[in-house]
């Protein structure tokens, strides 16, 4: 079990296991996220409240999950970095901010491009949207401060703790931002998701998780590549790894 | 010569303070920072006292959250800067310790400046006396606990250039919970309902962000500083 | 493909903006990916070359 986690804290292991995984995650992406859009947008019967506005639940749900999985990841692997001084940990949180927050702005754009035809506004201060949004900009933070310093091991690290300090925030944000929302919404809004699931909408929507986990994999394998070169440098295992 | 803690804290609470009296522009601007934002909100919209009032909640909190902010960035910079933070660190007390002092000293000069004027503005924007109370108690809870999001903020940003638009874009989301349920308890004390709920809302944040708030900035500090 | 699976049942201009937009998404994310892992390569190689010219 130690000697597994002593290996995934080398440079070189990393470096290479991103490199061979990278293809693997790719194409097994895009046949789930092939056969979640075709099934989701050409085959699932139309809700019987939303009509086909509710495709857009294919590539919003998926979106808006990852955007919170990816900020999970990148703080889990800054506390990591941070705790046991491991700096692969601070190569996967760098890799993870930029993917993260394309997803939240994903979730945010067709989450609002729904909101058009069920709200009759493109932006109704719904509780779930309004904390995607603050999301985006704790992403943002993150990624300012990261690149604000100098010295890039120095910019790692403050990013890491106030990415910790965020994940220990958005709860509190999520909620407080319902209790606002139950307090000045006097209209009932049709929530977001949940339409009468069948069998033929949910498994493409499920094989759309799928694919964009596989997806975030891949993107973050090549960001990881990068990120791990960028830090080792010096190394004498960067001179077979760039030749290969 | 060593000291406890507590009397170190209090050491270095008593000097933040003789410090800050020393030069009182540097108090007095933030306040004057809150008054003008206050003003500029009415003299943007037209002038229905109606409207205002059920808007003032919103203003006041967002113009003591900004000029609060105003005066966090230079927190620890100056003593970061001048080698301060140093010596006091090699004095054998813990940072968490001078780091809580700061901060504590930083909210009963700025935060508490604001509780007191926050009377002025409220009459300016409409707000019934009846509510005064609710008003002053959550800004003061919620200056509390923006003080200490700050100083995690301003602890990370110390080796910055243009630091301070930098705290701002990672302290604010941070501060939207103190936002929704400082106001929240305002309008609701305006209105005559219940604050008991936002009111204890606020003040288990307070207490959350006084028990970690200590230890994530002095880590903030170890980062950015040394 | 028939002209109403394109009509989405009248929701086109807001179904196929999403669908288009989710993919400009993705292309971006692996394009903007490849693009920071070449940088990092290119930038690596050209120090071992400066490394291995100052050993000479």
């Known amino acids: 079990m130690w000697t597994w986690f002593y290996k995934l804290a080398s440079p070189p292991y990393v470096y290479g296991v991103a490199a061979a995984l990278m293809p693997w995650f790719l194409g097994f992406a895009a046949i789930a996220i092939g056969y979640g859009l075709i099934g989701g947008l050409v085959f699932a019967p139309p809700d019987y409240q939303q009509g086909d506005a509710f495709r857009i ?12 999985f990816v900020y999970t990841t990148m703080a889990v692997a800054g506390a990591i970095a941070l705790i046991w001084r491991i700096k692969v940990g601070f190569a996967v949180a760098g890799a993870s901010a930029p993917i993260g927050a394309s997803f939240t702005l994903l979730a945010l754009v067709t989450g609002s491009m729904w909101g058009k035809p069920m709200w009759g506004t493109y932006w109704a201060w719904d509780p779930r949207l309004t904390s995607e949004l603050i999301l985006l900009f704790l992403y943002v933070g993150v990624m300012s401060l990261r690149s604000a310093f100098e010295d890039p091991a120095r910019g790692d690290r403050a990013a890491a703790l106030l990415a910790i300090v965020g994940a220990v925030n958005i709860p509190i944000i999520h909620y407080s931002v319902v209790w606002w ?24 929507l499920l094989s759309m ?16 590549q990068g990120e791990v070169l960028n830090r080792e440098r010096q190394s004498a295992w960067v001179r077979e790894a760039i030749n290969s | 010569m060593s000291v406890g803690a507590w009397e170190a804290f209090f050491l270095v609470i008593l000097r933040e303070m003789r410090l800050s009296f020393r030069r009182p522009e540097q108090l007095l601007q933030p306040l004057v920072f ?38 966090l960035d230079s927190l620890f910079k100056g003593d970061a800067d001048d080698g301060t933070l140093e010596q006091l660190t090699l004095s054998g007390q813990s940072l968490t310790v001078i780091v809580a002092a700061k901060t504590v000293a930083h909210w009963l000069v700025t935060g508490i400046a604001l509780v007191v004027v926050s009377p002025v503005v409220g009459t300016a924007l409409g707000i019934p006396t009846s ?31 243009r630091g301070n638009v930098l705290l701002s874009l990672i302290v604010l989301p941070l501060a939207m919970p103190l936002l929704i349920f400082g106001a929240g308890a305002t309008d609701r004390a305006m209105s005559g309902t219940s604050v008991a709920g936002a009111l204890y809302f606020l003040a288990a944040l307070c207490v959350f962000t006084c028990t970690l708030a200590p230890f994530a900035a002095t880590a903030a500090l170890r980062i950015t500083v040394e | 493909m028939n002209s109403s699976f394109w009509y989405m049942g009248g929701y086109a201009r807001y179904v196929w903006p999403c669908v288009a ?21 290119r930038r690596a190689a050209r120090g071992l070359a400066m490394a291995a010219s100052e050993a000479r």
């Open chain 1, 209 to 224: 998780f799928v694919g964009f986990m596989l997806f975030h994999g891949a993107v973050l394998c090549l960001r990881l």
């Open chain 2, 131 to 161: 509510a005064f109370a609710t008003m002053m108690l959550s800004l003061a809870l919620g200056t509390l606990t923006l003080s200490w999001l700050g100083a995690i903020g301003a602890g990370l940003t110390i080796g910055v250039r």
């Open chain 2, 34 to 71: 809150f008054l003008i934002v206050t003003t500029l909100f009415p003299l943007g919209l037209n002038l229905q006292l109606s409207l205002l009032r059920d808007m003032a909640p919103g203003v006041l909190w967002v113009a003591a959250l900004l000029s609060s902010l105003l005066s």
């Open chain 1, 57 to 68: 639940i294919y590539v919003h749900v998926p979106s808006a999950w990852m955007s919170e």
């Open chain 1, 181 to 204: 929302n139950s307090l000045h919404q006097a209209a009932t809004v049709a929530k977001l998701g949940k339409p009468s699931i069948e069998g033929s909408m949910l498994w493409p």
């Open chain 3, 21 to 41: 937009f989710a993919c400009a998404v993705l292309v971006w994310n692996f394009w903007s990916a490849q693009r920071y892992l070449a940088a990092a390569k």
